[in-house]
């Protein structure tokens, strides 16, 4: 009998530890930090890194052999639902999207010489990557239909193409990009996986776009964390050895990022909910209206225990999709992740509005950080693939094992009780035969 829900005492120290620095030491900074540029934030969050590294707690998501702490699936995704509480953690902590995913492709495609170059670096915290693969023009959705090309011209790859939405890309001192190689190639053996440093003649960084979490209406590159950049490679030229894996790999390797990241998204989003659930009980019991806290009305006390059951379901969906990782593998788990990536955007988006309307006016005003949250959580059920792509995962997988039937469906009544009755016909007449006479 294996199932236990205990985490052991002493990671839970640890969880303690994260909790309390992320509240008392990086929540603050998120407030005083929004118009620093990505140096000065740097210098900012340094010594919070130092003491993270000397908990032991720095880049937890690879093995000590990448410089990471090696740690399981299902630790990591506890230690995520502390990180998630604030936006900027994931980033003191070394494992932020899109660098650790993308570490995680490069620890298993990349060659020693690569590992050395971009994958070691890139866990110490030294370079900073971004992930290139939807574009404008075609459906990110099917990502076999990209139009960025890959092509061999001598000892070089060639690039052109449109990409946007590249995380990151505006800080990033090398992008990983996923471009058609093999255009002949089954659908998904087309794609090559490239690394493209900065400055590289021919990437050309057009603007990071405006979203609702950040609106830059003049279109210029944030050069923070957190833009999403539009980019363009115009004949952009790297060397043969830039090439991570072989040719039409590229859909190999690029599921090996999404996996784990998806339940680590998972679990912050789940720091967000408890935050924004905190703030909820907290209104609750403290606001009066006719001489009564809030919280002693009914329909209060939905909000508060729908609240509370919906993050435990997504909690529970979510760690048990951890510890199927950490049990099978990313690919036996693919429906668990499925549900668990349009799950919890969903509780999150409800949970954030409960505690918005509990708050009145204070709530949809700025002096709350309740309305950024919730223009942060939109994203999150189209990045990573839209919820839509995810539900039909789900249910194509539970289909495929389900044995069609002609006739009558299997629970026919009917069916059934005439079944019943050519089994046990005999006993019962016996029965009745023996029931004692009135
Ligand atoms: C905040 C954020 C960060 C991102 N970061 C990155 C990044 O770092 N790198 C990167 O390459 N990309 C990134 N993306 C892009 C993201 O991966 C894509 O937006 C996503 O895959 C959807 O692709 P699309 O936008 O082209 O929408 P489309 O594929 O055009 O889909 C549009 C809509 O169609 C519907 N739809 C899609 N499929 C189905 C279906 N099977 N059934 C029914 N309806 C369907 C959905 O409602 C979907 O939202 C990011 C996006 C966001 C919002």
Redesign the pocket.
């Known amino acids: 009998m294996a199932w236990d829900f205990a985490t052991e005492p002493t990671f839970q120290k640890q969880l303690d530890w994260m909790r309390c620095f992320v509240d008392t030491d990086i929540i603050p900074l998120e407030l005083i930090s929004g118009d620093l540029d990505q140096p000065q934030l740097d210098i900012l969050l340094a010594p919070l890194k130092e003491q993270v590294k000397a908990a032991g707690l720095w880049a937890t998501h690879l093995p000590p052999e990448y410089g990471g702490q090696g740690m399981g699936q299902l630790p990591l995704a506890l230690m995520h639902e502390v990180l998630g509480r604030s936006v900027l953690a994931p980033e003191v902590f070394g494992n932020q999207?899109?660098d650790s995913g993308n570490a995680e492709l490069l620890a298993v495609g990349a060659n020693e010489e690569q590992k050395k170059r971009w994958l070691y670096p890139l866990m110490a915290g030294e370079l900073r990557s971004?992930?290139?693969?939807?574009?404008?023009d075609?459906?990110?959705?099917?990502?076999t239909t990209i139009r960025t090309t890959c092509r061999r011209d001598g000892d070089q790859w060639c690039l052109d193409g449109h990409?946007?939405?590249?995380?990151?890309?505006s800080v990033a001192d090398f992008l990983l990009v996923?471009a058609v190689s093999d255009p002949d190639a089954p659908p998904h053996q087309r794609a090559a996986m490239v690394v493209v440093p900065r400055n590289t003649p021919g990437l050309i960084l057009m603007r990071d776009v405006g979203?609702m979490?950040h609106a830059n209406e003049d279109g210029a590159l944030m050069r923070r964390i957190g833009g999403?950049t539009e980019l363009r490679f115009e004949n952009c030229r790297v060397p043969l050895d830039h090439m991570i894996g072989a040719p039409g790999e590229g859909f190999l390797l690029a599921q090996k990022r999404l996996s784990g990241g998806r339940i680590h998204h998972g679990m912050r989003m789940i720091g967000q909910c408890l935050r924004a659930y905190d703030m909820l009980c907290e209104r609750a019991a403290s606001r009066q209206l006719r001489g009564q806290a809030l919280g002693s009305m009914q329909r209060v006390q939905d909000m508060v225990a729908d609240s509370a059951s919906e993050i435990t379901m997504a909690r529970l969906l979510t760690l048990h999709a951890a510890w199927r990782m950490d049990h099978v593998d990313a690919r036996e788990s693919r429906v668990d992740i499925a549900m668990v990536k349009y799950q919890v955007p969903r509780i999150l988006y409800q949970v954030l509005d409960r505690a918005i309307q509990l708050h009145g006016a204070l709530g949809y005003s700025t002096d709350l950080p309740l309305e950024e949250m919730y223009r942060q959580a939109r994203?999150?059920?189209?990045?990573?693939?839209?919820?839509?792509?995810h539900?039909?995962t789900i249910a194509r997988a539970v289909l495929r094992d389900v044995k069609p039937v002609t006739g009558w469906p299997t629970e026919h009544i009917p069916t059934q009780r005439a079944a019943a009755l050519e089994r046990f016909g005999v006993l019962l007449e016996s029965l009745s035969s023996k029931a004692p006479r009135a």
């Not at 994203?379 to 792509?389: Q, S, Y």
């Open positions: 999207a899109p971004s992930f290139c693969l939807t574009e404008p075609t459906a990110g959705s099917d990502p990409k946007w939405f590249s995380s990151n890309a996923m979203t979490a999403h994203a999150l059920r189209i990045a990573d693939g839209a919820d839509e792509l539900r039909q």
